[in-house]
């Protein structure tokens, strides 16, 4: 058997042991998938697993055998002979693995042309052109000559995806390939990845989302500081876990739908016929909503379906084309979006790395806004601690920079300086996607608790439909710029009326999710 044969390995910085003596088979035709939250050494074995460890750590193992060939004294130069051409990677963000100053065809066809020289000219497009195929890209003699930023994101990922199978690997590692995936594209690329295993390659999925790998793969390692605390058949872990930490992450995938009272105070916030367009392109038609204190109102669809557009409207740095925006009983549009009206709304990006200054303290950044918000010198450094305190941070991360923070920290830290300014709306884009199960868990928790305390109103975008049984009152779905469908979350999820919304459901579902099985609801 060929495929990947790893025993006790194990990777340290200086004498803080990393990944504790993983063990791995995986054959030809199958597809093991590893999961753990953020820090517990998923990437780091994926790195290993390459030969792509960075210098200043420290790795061994009783073996680690790269389809037959042992890599253990390997050279960076030998290597380079079996990455691409025995082992290949999909990474999780597309567009900055892609050189986006070459085309597409010319990324698919480079591991060809390392590994195989010989092929070259009508052989060389026919090759790139049957890989494109094969990851079932649509129009592939066109997307070939296409550069990346011409690409959606799905489509980007099954570029990436087609470069790391054009020199026939025998062995794909996939780290955390759909996080940013709507559900529906998602979807697809899964399928994709499940067709490749079931061809004959070798697949090691790494994903913080239990319910892809429950859909992709045939077993499942769930490491937990950096060692192995469970094992075996996908289904039999993931239904029924033996150990605590599993247990911990089968759990915080679970949401029970929320059933608050509905308000009948006057909206918060209220959109009316609202239409957007960029040139020749309509990306917010005839939309209309409105938002309550205390309440959350999750805007769901596929990339470019508006939503990110809606929600510039909704902040102010946006003006609709046609319809009307109001914020308080009052107009609002970029215009009345300026000094205290500013503050009164706040936005937390999808990306907090983006986000935060790297050179400046978490202390510094809150800070900043804290002083934006008028609280007077002497008071900022207790403000400041109390906020970090308020998103589940003690005060000494105020002394640290973004880079020692995790994900899920840095996170909390753009919430906290999104509240410095005590707004009454509080509009967060994609901001769980990125995160694992269990740290999204508490994220989740911390914002119901925020929400509760302050009376905030919140306009949730996401693509998880999960994450929205468990944070939203109502839910619009969009699409093509439209809204497809609206309502209150519990009636939306238990009988879906439009094809679209029950696309994204059924692309989104799992055994083990309570929002997707909730019992009917009268309308």
């Given amino acids: 058997m060929s495929g990947l044969r790893v025993r006790d390995l194990r990777v340290a910085a200086g004498r803080t042991p990393l990944v504790r003596g993983l063990d791995l088979d995986v054959a030809p035709g199958e597809c093991v998938a590893i999961v753990g939250e953020s820090g517990t050494g998923k990437s780091l074995t994926a790195a290993a697993l390459l030969g792509l460890l960075p210098r200043t750590l420290s790795w061994s193992a009783a073996a680690l055998e790269v389809d037959g060939v042992d890599g253990r004294g390997l050279d960076e130069r030998r290597w380079r002979g079996l990455r691409g051409r025995r082992i290949a990677l999909v990474s999780q963000d597309a567009l900055v693995s892609l050189d986006p100053l070459r085309r597409v065809g010319a990324e698919v066809a480079e591991p060809v042309r390392i590994h195989e020289p010989a092929v070259r000219g009508e052989a060389l497009r026919a090759r790139v052109r049957g890989v494109l195929d094969r990851v079932a890209l649509p129009e592939p003699d066109r997307r070939a000559r296409q550069y990346p930023h011409e690409l959606s994101g799905g489509l980007r990922q099954r570029a990436l995806l087609a470069s790391a199978l054009a020199a026939d690997p025998a062995i794909l590692i996939a780290d955390e390939p759909t996080t940013a995936l709507d559900a529906t594209v998602q979807a697809r690329v899964l399928d994709q990845l499940r067709r490749i295993a079931d061809a004959g390659v070798a697949v090691v999925f790494i994903s913080h989302d239990l319910a892809a790998v429950r859909r992709v793969a045939d077993r499942v390692i769930v490491l937990h500081d950096g060692r192995v605390v469970e094992t075996g058949e996908t289904a039999r872990v993931l239904s029924a876990p033996r150990d605590p930490q599993t247990r911990a992450l089968v759990e915080a995938t679970h949401h029970e739908l929320l059933h608050r009272a509905p308000r009948f105070d006057a909206p918060l916030m209220a959109g009316k016929r609202l239409r957007k367009s960029f040139g020749d392109r309509v990306a917010v038609d005839d939309v209309s909503f409105t938002l309550h204190r205390g309440r959350t109102l999750a805007i769901v669809g596929e990339s470019g379906s508006g939503k990110t557009t809606l929600a510039r409207l909704i902040v102010g740095v946006g003006a609709p084309d046609e319809g009307s925006l109001t914020f308080d009983g009052r107009p609002w549009s970029p215009h009345a979006a ?19 200054d790297p050179r400046w303290s978490v202390a510094r950044t809150v800070g900043e806004a804290v002083a934006a918000a008028g609280v007077p ?16 941070l003690g005060a000494g991360f105020g002394r640290r920079l973004p880079a020692q923070l995790s994900g899920g920290q840095r996170q909390r830290v753009a919430i906290a300086r999104a509240l410095a300014t005590d707004p009454d709306l509080l509009v967060l884009d994609e901001p769980v996607s990125a995160l694992d199960a269990t740290v999204r868990a508490r994220i989740l928790d911390r914002l119901r608790a925020l929400q509760r305390e302050r009376d905030l109103a919140m306009v949730f975008i996401t693509h998880d439909l999960e994450v929205v049984a468990g944070i939203a009152d109502d839910v619009l779905v969009m699409k093509d710029g439209r809204v497809v469908e609206s309502g209150p979350v519990p009636c939306v999820f238990a009988e879906p009326r439009h094809p679209f919304t029950q696309e994204l459901l059924a692309a989104s579902a799992s055994p083990s999710s309570s929002a997707l099985t909730a019992p009917p609801t009268e309308r």
């Fill in 338 to 356: 300026r000094g205290a009206s500013r503050r009164r709304v706040q936005l937390v990006q999808q990306n907090p790395w983006g986000a935060l």
């Fill in 377 to 392: 010198r002497p008071r900022r450094r207790a403000e400041v601690d109390a906020l970090l305190h308020e998103v589940g």
